[in-house]
């Protein structure tokens, strides 16, 4: 199984702040990755996918960049309703994996 | 308005069944792979199995194969997760989520890979005596 690894776990910035969210594949890839928010109670929202391809309708603050095995998603100005979890997911092989998680909370 | 709603999730006991539903609305649910994830509460997220629209083809993970059974009716335009022998570990909100096929590779020897982009609300799974 492809192992998904994000860093950091969690992280406090300000509104305005820009964000960078890594994620690292335990192998190759390719760009067959997608990243997602969630917030709490709801079910999540995909933000990016082919790693740097933006979403219908998400706003272009949000872009994505990597290939292989390392990738990130970057926020250029955090606003408050970016506060969520966010995260990645392979698909280029089954079983489909997931990051862990980045908490992106309010300093 | 594509759209995912789930239903059929409560509290079973250990070992026992439950069986879990998504109805889709909004596009041509015929057209799609699709595939069911799960929240353990507090946890992160797990993909459990998605199908392909003619429903030929399943894929698992493996702590569910062998004890849960995704299918479709498409002339229904529905998803079904059938959950036997339920664990604890089971206890989660489950998700139904429509495929977006991600073209990769060269000509003629193109292959598709897919990705989750249309969520439902879920559906929450409690197993407990």
């Known amino acids: 199984d492809i192992q998904m690894t994000q860093s950091p776990s969690s992280l406090s910035a300000s509104v305005g702040d820009r964000v960078t969210i890594t994620c690292r594949a335990s192998?190759?890839?390719?760009?067959?990755l997608v990243w997602f928010q969630q917030k709490p109670g709801k079910a999540p929202k995909s933000l990016i996918y082919a790693a740097s391809s933006l979403q219908s309708g998400v706003p272009s603050k949000f872009s994505g960049s990597g290939s292989g095995t390392d990738f990130t998603l970057t926020i250029s100005s955090l606003q408050p309703e970016d506060f969520a979890t966010y995260y990645c997911q392979q698909y280029y092989s089954y079983p489909l994996t997931f990051g862990g998680g980045t908490k992106v909370e309010i300093k | 308005e594509e759209q995912l709603v789930e239903s059929g999730g409560g509290l079973v006991q250990p070992g026992g069944s439950l069986s879990l539903s998504c109805a889709a609305s909004?596009?041509?649910?015929?057209?799609?792979?699709m595939s069911w994830v799960r929240q353990a509460p507090g946890k992160g997220l797990e993909w459990v199995a998605n199908i392909k629209e003619d429903g030929r083809e399943k894929y698992y993970v493996d702590s569910v194969k062998g004890r849960f059974t995704i299918s479709r009716d498409n002339a229904k335009n529905s998803l079904y997760l059938q959950m036997n022998s339920l664990r604890a570990e089971d206890m989660a909100v489950y998700y139904c989520a429509r495929d977006l096929p991600h073209r990769g590779g060269y000509f003629p020897h193109y292959h598709y890979y897919y990705y989750m982009d249309v969520w439902g609300k879920g559906t929450t799974v409690t197993v407990s005596s």
């Open positions: 909004g596009f041509t649910f015929s057209s799609h792979w």
């Open positions: 192998q190759g890839i390719g760009n067959y």
